[in-house]
């Protein structure tokens, strides 16, 4: 894709510019990740290092996005909606009434990748359904 192009592209959500790298047609509007019923689209993502990748909940359904402890680059803290510390944390705060992990239909999250690698994620009540996801983050390339 030629700048042209991607600029043309870009100008239908200012987050797309932020994501760079997209799967077509999977995600839409200003996210780069959008949730059915019980899954993530798209269920990986590719980005450059140090970019916010934003979940929002297209759906119907409430859901989590809650990063597999460990399941990320050394170095990297853990990551999940809610800010919380392990994965402990937050499965303990969906077991509790107050849910400050949950996404609500219509509601979003963001987190920014800064260290290279592979980060593997879910969502707390539809671990079952497989609802799950990777997030790829790739050095940044140097454009000439
Ligand atoms: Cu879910």
Redesign the pocket.
């Known amino acids: 894709m030629n700048r042209r192009t991607f600029l043309a592209a870009a100008a239908s959500g200012a987050g797309v510019a932020l994501a760079g790298c997209f799967e077509g047609g999977q995600a839409a509007g200003d996210h780069d990740v959008g949730?059915t019923i019980?899954s993530f689209r798209p269920k990986e993502l590719t980005v450059e290092a140090g970019t916010a990748v934003e979940w929002f909940n297209t759906s119907s359904?409430?859901?989590?996005v809650t990063a597999y402890q460990g399941l990320y680059p050394d170095g990297a803290e853990y990551w999940a909606s809610g800010e919380f510390d392990s994965q402990d944390a937050a499965v303990d705060d969906w077991q509790s009434t107050e849910q400050r992990g949950k996404l609500e239909p219509g509601d979003s999250y963001e987190h920014t990748f800064e260290l290279p690698g592979s980060y593997e994620y879910y969502?707390?009540?539809?671990e079952e359904s497989n609802?799950v996801g990777t997030v790829i983050v790739e050095e940044p390339t140097t454009e000439s």
């Open positions: 949730m019980s359904h409430s859901h989590t969502c707390i009540p539809h609802m």
